[in-house]
């Protein structure tokens, strides 16, 4: 026997089987999202480092320049990204860019150092980790006046 509907009750039937799929589909984009939204360490140096590092503005190490790059490349990537992340010298925190997420200015800072000789790779979940730490080290320094 064929059984009338209305509308309201065929939508809800509808929305009632795909709202599993969608909560499939949107767990899934929400696990690819936080790599794939992420910039590249080539487009944040084009789009807020490069202005200084490739003239050198203010002391900021030259974009390629193997001798000035070599000490700080020493330094490790966590501690000078670390470090780099809350200013240094005459760079503002952030590069100057107050929306700049922490792993993207990490990526630009590996990409920097892969450019003047050094073999960084773009932060994993462990050395972001170690940024992190090296942030709050740097940050407590300032507060207690070491430089």
């Not at 490739?54 to 000035?68: N, R, S, V």
């Not at 000078?80 to 107050?98: I, N, Q, S, Y």
């Amino acid at each position: 026997m064929l059984r009338l509907i209305t509308s309201q009750q065929f939508l809800m039937r509808i929305v009632t089987a795909l709202v599993p799929a969608a909560g499939l589909i949107a767990s899934a984009s929400y696990a690819q999202s936080p790599s794939t939204s992420l910039k590249s360490g080539e487009s944040v140096y084009q789009s807020v480092c490069m202005h200084c590092h490739t003239q050198a503005i203010d002391g900021a190490p030259k974009f390629g320049d193997k001798k000035i790059w070599a000490p700080l490349i020493e330094e490790g990537q966590a501690i000078l990204t670390g470090h780099a992340w809350v200013g240094v010298r005459k760079m503002p925190p952030k590069g100057g860019k107050a929306d700049l997420s922490q792993e993207e200015f990490a990526r630009a800072v590996a990409f920097m150092a892969r450019a003047a000789g050094g073999d960084w790779t773009d932060p994993d979940a462990d050395m972001m980790k170690k940024i992190r730490h090296e942030e709050e080290k740097r940050l407590k320094d300032l507060k207690n006046g070491k430089d």
